[in-house]
């Protein structure tokens, strides 16, 4: 499994580790990405995550073939 690294908005720049292989869909937006995921929540809906990245990195870092981050290394 291959993880992508990118910054969540409003969580003081926490990141979030995303699996390119459950991304359905990408919203780009004047200041932020919306990632459309397979994965559910507990009422079944797509979780979707808010990253400070504009569209074009984001699709940059899910389509080039970059190391998994190790563990703590966040």
């Known amino acids: 499994m291959r993880l992508v690294q990118l910054t969540l908005i409003g969580q003081a720049a926490m990141p979030v580790f995303i699996n390119p292989d459950q ?7 004047p200041d932020r990405t919306q ?30 073939n970059a190391a998994v981050a190790p563990p703590g290394r966040a």
């Open 23 to 29: 991304v359905v869909s990408l919203v780009a937006l």
């Open 35 to 64: 990632i459309v995921t397979t994965a559910t929540s507990a009422h079944g809906a797509s979780i979707v995550y808010d990253v400070t990245e504009l569209a074009a990195e984001v699709i940059r870092r899910l389509t080039t």
